[in-house]
């Protein structure tokens, strides 16, 4: 489902989309209150359970917190060994910091570990991050494969996969 021109809402307020408190806490914490309409189109359908969405919108529009809540709301945490649950795929390193340090603060309180791996950045790190159990996995195309590779990434338990700006990695 194409979002783009989808620009009616029917929340008026995150809570209106049945969020956690924990996120809804988040939110209020970074002084969000109202969605954006890519938020308002894609949160409640992704929370629905639909499995293929395809948000567009510019830049500066809330893409991330779109489909950064449901993954955070579906995701439990402290249960069992950690293994990514969530992988997001980014075209830059510059992207790829941007995307894991919100979805960490969209996170709040809840205890999901989010590790960003790409090139340029000391592998040695990213290999403990991973080694140590992880959730969401947020990355660059060429690092993910390098650590799937080494046997370091697993995506067997994988439920959300996520290409951020698409366009420009295909």
């Not at 830049?59 to 709301?73: C, D, L, M, V």
């Amino acid at each position: 489902m194409d979002l783009d021109d989808l620009n009616d809402t029917n929340a008026a307020t995150f809570a209106d989309f049945g969020l956690s408190r924990t996120t809804l806490d988040a939110l209020a914490e970074k002084g969000i209150t109202t969605p954006t309409p890519i938020q308002a189109a894609a949160i409640p359908l992704l929370l629905s359970g639909e499995s293929d969405v395809l948000g567009q919108a510019r830049t500066g529009t809330g893409k991330t917190a779109a489909f950064g809540i449901p993954i955070i709301e579906c995701l439990e945490d402290g249960y069992g060994p950690r293994q990514p649950r969530a992988i997001l795929l980014t075209p830059t390193r510059e992207l790829c910091m941007q995307v894991a340090t919100e979805i960490k603060s969209l996170c709040g309180t809840k205890h999901l570990f989010v590790a960003s791996v790409y090139g340029g950045a000391s592998i040695e790190l990213q290999l403990r991050a991973l080694k140590q159990g992880v959730d969401i996995v947020v990355g660059t195309p060429g690092r993910v494969q390098d650590m799937i590779d080494r046997g370091a990434l697993n995506l067997e338990d994988i439920m959300f996969a996520v290409l951020d700006e698409a366009d420009e990695m295909l």
